[in-house]
């Protein structure tokens, strides 16, 4: 996984969300 390139623990968070709700790894930034 790239998240902890994009800032720890935070993106990871939205990561997760992101593979829960089916959109592009990588969203961490989004709610």
């Keep these: 996984m790239v998240v902890l390139l994009d800032g720890g623990w935070v993106p990871l968070v939205g990561w997760v969300r992101a ?10 930034a989004l709610p």
Excluded: L
């Design 19 to 28: 593979v829960a709700g089916g959109h592009p790894a990588g969203s961490g």
